[in-house]
């Protein structure tokens, strides 16, 4: 059911752009999904793209607008003027047009506002812009479908149909005061099931989950999602219904989070993409480089340190990588456990508790390692047993060491309010390769003696 | 305005089950949402557990079945007979009560189906178990509102009141023909700014996105959020409407893979939490380690080889960690932005341009890095220039190696339908490990010669 683009499709509308034909280029993309729509112009170059752009209606531009990825959009609004935006804008919710808004620049931003026609609509998008975009008021939108408590079941339903004509789906009815403050909601499916007749006061129900403007959006997902709504209503500190929060927009915070969550795993600082420049690309990824760098520099002096080693037992030097890359992976195994725990509130019991468990898990996982270490080197890189047993106590400790700091430096981290994801990736490898060559050669030093 | 469990609650609640007050304790969790109820019995211990749900009342319950955690719901559900579980089940929409009843071993599952009171539902149910868990059908509810083509909006409201009862959320009213085969659907909002004499033909949208029952989740979770669907219908081989995907179940299917593919990253290698048991997290922990381990061994091996380097050039052997992380860290960052990019499906252009851009990324980064690094091994740990050049030289080769390695491992594996996910985490790692050492000796063989 779904539209397949294929690259014969993209060669055909590539061929109209250059023939010129923008009736036939209308003609087929008229039943083409929007969204199908973006994906297409996401693959062209930014004449061709804006070529499309002009050759289709404005209902079906402003919605593809939306879903551009943001550089091609960026193209295309450069080249409309701030009118020409300003229809488009027009075309769409609030919250929507006011992340368009905010992309612009402070000039385009002013001019486009201006020549927005609907002025309710432009009031509630400059409203929308006040708001940080990470809390919920960045993330709601201005319409929603509201009756007051004081009128009655008809007045309701003439008011609400005039109401749904700006909203794109209902999902609650919200009940409101004279003072505009949220007292409780009607369902729809109260709607289809109760009598015309009833009045209002009677049929809401006065228990109503919402937010305030300044929760944050990490927070709004975790409470649409625990008590499974697909819409909840924003107030303002005087509890005053000031917008709604739709389920589509919290999917996105859902997925940026587990994403961001994964690039900090792999030692990424920033929301980056594999199509952005090469620049960004950098800046998202040197950071951490450089530190683990840093960290190398220390490994390095450490081992200096054990020079004398290197006569009596040089094969502790070709174990070095191994047992570093042990206690990193150790270290990211439990860091990510732990992360995903606290992301999802799912970490139950005491610390002590924790700890134990821990410790308990890495002795089982470290033991096993250990006699397939001694195994190993003894058969496979024909190692003598005294050294064989050295090398797996070694790893036996380090593991311990590696998934202790995994687990406990992102609880503290989370305790003191730093996002806890910092704690999984280069960070943890890095601070795991310095320690486990330390232990290795103190463990060393002290059973082979040198 | 979310409830938030407090120790004292805890406490208080402890203290009505040990004093065996269960009046008291099911009045004090009377206005309680039953999702903040399972959070605190999954905190308490499974006697106390039991305790709280035989206290209350059985729409309560049902859902709380629902929001506990697996184990505490696996206990709960031990202590109940198959009658009593029927009952539970009885509340629930088919989608879930199918997803409990799956839980459960092939004997309670026949007996309980057979304790189910409502025979529809029951059916419904036992449809549902036939399909994959990871497919549209397995998703799927059977609960949704439907009418005929051939019907007049009389019998439509009608009919579709009658339905509404059982439909927790209405969507969509999907349109079929008199064989139940799907034709299309009539949006709540043209229900509600429609007048009611309109006949049903010239107001239902012949055009309805839906998916097959075979269709995998990840693939209806992509579809739902292309298009912006709240609820997706599904259909059968020959195109009959058996069910209703609704976007919370998606977010379900979203939030899984997210974790999985950072799960995957870092190191784990099937679905676990922190409070699963030492023996579980073992088996998603231990194979990846045992990897990295064997991954050790080639690395002993390969600086075993080098062996004669070590008297001439001891120094040698204290970079080699360094070298090792470093191509591990480059490695997976890469890997984590292209098993990003595929995942959401934002990887555009060609082969040739991806490997230019990584090419010249890693050009970029390992340039920087390289003079970093003989800036501070001069400076900090004491090295000649001429060692410092060729580790530097070594880091920059490293570093484009592991850079190419970790974006085009993804890529083919994804080409040949492994999940490139698995790409990342300890076997880029390791793999990197070994090949960043190779080259590491051999660049520094050529330029010092040993």
């Given at each position: 059911m779904e539209f397949k683009i294929s690259k014969e499709f993209i060669a055909q509308i590539e061929q109209l752009i250059s023939e010129n034909k923008e009736k036939e280029l209308h003609d087929l993309l008229l039943d083409i999904h929007f969204a199908d729509i973006a994906e297409i112009m996401d693959e062209l170059d930014s004449h061709?793209?804006?070529?499309?752009?002009?050759?289709?209606?404005?209902?079906?531009?402003?919605?593809?607008?939306?879903?551009?990825?943001?550089?091609?959009?960026?193209?295309?609004?450069?080249?409309?003027s701030p009118k020409e935006i300003a229809e488009e804008l027009d075309e769409l919710s609030t919250d929507d047009a006011a992340d368009i808004i905010a992309e612009l620049s402070q000039e385009k931003k002013e001019q486009v506002i201006s020549e927005l026609e609907d002025v309710e609509h432009a009031k509630d998008i400059v409203d929308l812009l006040r708001y940080d975009e990470d809390s919920a008021g960045g993330l709601m939108a201005k319409e929603l479908v509201k009756v007051n408590e004081n009128w009655n079941v008809l007045t309701c339903v003439k008011e609400m149909r005039a109401q749904a004509e700006n909203v794109t789906r209902v999902h609650s009815i919200y009940v409101v005061d004279d003072e505009n403050r949220l007292k409780g909601r009607?369902?729809?499916?109260?709607?289809?099931?109760?009598?015309?007749?009833?009045?209002?006061?009677?049929?809401?129900?006065?228990?109503?989950?919402?937010?305030?403007?300044?929760?944050?959006?990490?927070e709004v997902a975790r409470i649409m999602q625990k008590y499974d709504l697909e819409a909840i209503p924003v107030v303002d500190e005087l509890g005053r219904l000031v917008g709604r929060i739709t389920i589509d927009d919290i999917i996105d915070v859902i997925k940026e989070e587990a994403d961001k969550d994964y690039q900090l795993a792999a030692g990424i600082s920033q929301d980056v993409e594999a199509d952005d420049s090469i620049l960004e690309l950098t800046k998202a990824r040197l950071p951490w480089l450089v530190l683990a760098l840093f960290g190398g520099f220390i490994s390095v002096h450490v081992l200096g340190l054990y020079e004398p080693a290197m006569e009596i037992h040089p094969e502790l030097f070709f174990f070095t990588p191994l047992i570093a890359a042990m206690a990193g992976n150790v270290g990211v195994q439990s860091s990510a456990i732990i992360v995903q725990g606290l992301a999802n509130n799912a970490l139950s019991g005491s610390l002590f508790n924790r700890l134990l468990k821990e410790l308990s898990l890495s002795l089982l996982n470290g033991l096993i390692l250990a006699i397939l270490l001694i195994a190993g080197s003894y058969f496979l890189l024909n190692i003598d047993v005294k050294t064989g047993i050295t090398v797996s106590l070694a790893l036996l400790s380090v593991i311990i060491m590696a998934s202790l700091i995994g687990?406990?430096?992102?609880?503290?981290?989370?305790?003191?309010?730093?996002?806890?994801?910092?704690?999984?990736?280069?960070?943890?490898?890095?601070?795991?390769?310095?320690?486990?060559?330390?232990?290795?050669?103190?463990?060393?030093?002290a059973i082979l003696g040198f």
């Amino acid at each position: 059911m779904e539209f397949k683009i294929s690259k014969e499709f993209i060669a055909q509308i590539e061929q109209l752009i250059s023939e010129n034909k923008e009736k036939e280029l209308h003609d087929l993309l008229l039943d083409i999904h929007f969204a199908d729509i973006a994906e297409i112009m996401d693959e062209l170059d930014s004449h061709e793209a804006s070529y499309i752009f002009n050759a289709l209606d404005s209902e079906k531009t402003a919605e593809i607008l939306l879903e551009l990825d943001e550089d091609v959009r960026e193209k295309i609004l450069r080249n409309l003027s701030p009118k020409e935006i300003a229809e488009e804008l027009d075309e769409l919710s609030t919250d929507d047009a006011a992340d368009i808004i905010a992309e612009l620049s402070q000039e385009k931003k002013e001019q486009v506002i201006s020549e927005l026609e609907d002025v309710e609509h432009a009031k509630d998008i400059v409203d929308l812009l006040r708001y940080d975009e990470d809390s919920a008021g960045g993330l709601m939108a201005k319409e929603l479908v509201k009756v007051n408590e004081n009128w009655n079941v008809l007045t309701c339903v003439k008011e609400m149909r005039a109401q749904a004509e700006n909203v794109t789906r209902v999902h609650s009815i919200y009940v409101v005061d004279d003072e505009n403050r949220l007292k409780g909601r009607l369902s729809l499916k109260d709607l289809l099931t109760t009598s015309t007749k009833t009045p209002i006061s009677e049929v809401y129900i006065p228990k109503v989950d919402y937010v305030k403007v300044d929760t944050e959006n990490v927070e709004v997902a975790r409470i649409m999602q625990k008590y499974d709504l697909e819409a909840i209503p924003v107030v303002d500190e005087l509890g005053r219904l000031v917008g709604r929060i739709t389920i589509d927009d919290i999917i996105d915070v859902i997925k940026e989070e587990a994403d961001k969550d994964y690039q900090l795993a792999a030692g990424i600082s920033q929301d980056v993409e594999a199509d952005d420049s090469i620049l960004e690309l950098t800046k998202a990824r040197l950071p951490w480089l450089v530190l683990a760098l840093f960290g190398g520099f220390i490994s390095v002096h450490v081992l200096g340190l054990y020079e004398p080693a290197m006569e009596i037992h040089p094969e502790l030097f070709f174990f070095t990588p191994l047992i570093a890359a042990m206690a990193g992976n150790v270290g990211v195994q439990s860091s990510a456990i732990i992360v995903q725990g606290l992301a999802n509130n799912a970490l139950s019991g005491s610390l002590f508790n924790r700890l134990l468990k821990e410790l308990s898990l890495s002795l089982l996982n470290g033991l096993i390692l250990a006699i397939l270490l001694i195994a190993g080197s003894y058969f496979l890189l024909n190692i003598d047993v005294k050294t064989g047993i050295t090398v797996s106590l070694a790893l036996l400790s380090v593991i311990i060491m590696a998934s202790l700091i995994g687990t406990f430096i992102p609880i503290i981290l989370d305790k003191y309010g730093v996002d806890p994801a910092l704690a999984t990736g280069p960070f943890i490898t890095t601070s795991n390769d310095i320690m486990g060559i330390i232990i290795f050669f103190s463990i060393a030093k002290a059973i082979l003696g040198f």
